[in-house]
């Protein structure tokens, strides 16, 4: 869903549960805000997109295709 949003020229930056739903009768993910974020057109796109991604592997453990992090987990708080 981020890259075709991405593909779109739209970089969003607030990364949360609560800026999706899921629709009730397709049940698709649908992105809901986009009052935080980056479009292509800016002269912050790209870090913008660097934020983004981080952000997404932060929030999600998972790790960056580039290897440039350590490779650690990022501390969760409950």
Do not use: Y
Not at 37 to 50: C, H, N, S, V
């Amino acid at each position: 869903m981020m890259r075709a949003i991405n593909a779109r020229g739209v970089a969003p930056l607030d990364i949360k549960l609560g800026n999706f739903i899921r629709g009730a009768t397709s049940g698709r993910l649908h992105w809901i805000d986009f009052e935080f974020a980056r479009i292509r057109t800016q002269p912050q796109w790209e870090a913008g997109l660097r934020l983004q991604r981080e952000t997404f592997e932060n929030l999600f453990d998972i790790a960056s295709n580039d290897d440039s992090g350590s490779g650690e987990a990022t501390e969760k708080v409950a």
